[in-house]
């Protein structure tokens, strides 16, 4: 492995990611493979974000992956990183007839794979909700072929008629989708069961995101053998194979840009001091409103900013 620490050669790349999460790294690896020169840096000791693994007295702590959909031989995620170089990581399928248990006082629902089964399993368990639950199912069936929209125009112009649902709600919250379905609490309650993965309640949370997360786990859901780091390490030991470069411990002070044009990062390392490297494209892999309010700085935040990072 490259000293990822203390060594850093150039000061000039086709492309820097700012923050080594799986997004980050994603990003990296897919640029890397067309050929770009490309710096990922991270303030962390380990490539990964939320992805990683620490262990303390025999014991092996996965930091944020529990479970992840679309895993499947042809799943989204399995593609993604087949296409960034990565197509070694073995995903062990989650029971599917219940990868999540849903336990209340007076009932458990278990999740299934499957969307038509869930819709069955919902109605087995709110019978007097069949006309909310199927209004509910016919959301994550358009935002499914939304999701799987083709950027060409005369395909996008076919596809949104079959879309009614999704466009309707796309600024609603899911609070807002739920209550259109149903009063009853019980069965609000199991469809919103999984705001844990997106940290909001319902009522603050984006439709699409309450839907899209639903609608990922119901095509299946896995955890890769080895746990997330096995991931990290992989597309990071691509992105070096591919002639990009990582720095660790490496804390970006800001993105830089004048007149709207972003020409590169700012960075201290305790090894290097304080960097300046240049890049025509920065993608930040870190929280959006730190990146435009901290990295970027308001001064600087123009359409034309925002586009370039």
Same mark, same amino acid.
């Given at each position: ?6 060594? !850093? &050669? ?5 492309? +820097?990611v ?5 997004? *980050? ?9 067309? *050929?770009r ?12 974000? &939320?992805a990683? /693994?620490?262990r303390r ?5 996965? =930091?944020?992956?529990?479970?992840i ?7 989204m ?8 170089? #990565?197509? %070694? /990581?073995?995903?062990?399928?989650l029971?599917?007839?219940?990868y ?21 399993? !919902? ?5 007097a909700?069949?006309? *909310? ?17 083709s950027?060409?125009?005369? @395909?996008?112009? !076919? ?13 609603k ?11 009853? +609490? ?10 844990g %993965?997106?940290?909001?309640?319902? @009522?603050?949370?984006s ?8 609608? $990922? ?12 780091? #096995?991931?990290a ?18 804390? =970006?002070?800001? /993105?830089i840009? $004048? %007149?709207?044009v972003v ?9 290097? *001091?304080?960097r /300046? ?7 930040? &892999? ?23 990072v």
């Amino acid at each position: 492995m490259r000293d990822r620490f203390r060594v !850093l &050669n150039d000061d000039s790349f086709d492309a +820097i990611v700012v923050g080594a999460g799986l997004g *980050g790294l994603t990003a990296a690896a897919l640029l890397a493979h067309e *050929g770009r020169k490309v710096l990922v840096l991270d303030q962390h000791y380990v490539a990964g974000g &939320n992805a990683t /693994i620490f262990r303390r007295r025999g014991y092996e702590f996965d =930091v944020g992956v529990h479970y992840i959909g679309e895993c499947s031989k042809d799943g989204m995620l399995t593609r993604i990183l087949r296409a960034a170089g #990565v197509g %070694d /990581i073995e995903f062990e399928e989650l029971d599917p007839d219940g990868y999540d248990t849903l336990v209340f006082p007076d009932f458990t629902f278990k999740v299934p794979r499957g969307i038509d089964l869930f819709r069955d399993r !919902l109605c087995a368990q709110f019978p007097a909700e069949r006309r *909310g639950i199927d209004r509910y199912i016919a959301f994550l069936r358009q935002l499914d072929i939304a999701m799987g929209m083709s950027s060409n125009p005369v @395909s996008a112009l !076919l596809t949104l008629p079959r879309i009614t649902s999704v466009l309707r709600l796309s600024n609603k919250t899911f609070g807002e989708l739920l209550d259109s379905c149903t009063t009853d +609490i019980r069965l609000k309650a199991v469809l919103a069961a999984q705001n844990g %993965d997106y940290g909001l309640p319902p @009522s603050r949370a984006s439709a699409l995101i309450g839907g899209g997360i639903a609608l $990922h786990y119901l095509k299946g859901a896995y955890y890769p053998k080895g746990g997330g780091q #096995v991931i990290a390490d992989r597309l990071a030991e691509e992105i070096e194979r591919r002639g990009g470069t990582i720095m660790l411990r490496s804390h =970006v002070e800001r /993105i830089i840009a $004048h %007149d709207g044009v972003v020409e590169g990062v700012e960075f201290s390392n305790r090894h290097l *001091g304080r960097r /300046i490297v240049r890049a025509p494209i920065v993608i930040s &892999n870190a929280d959006l409103k730190r990146t435009m309010n901290e990295l970027v700085g308001r001064e600087n935040l123009s359409a034309s900013t925002i586009d370039r990072v």
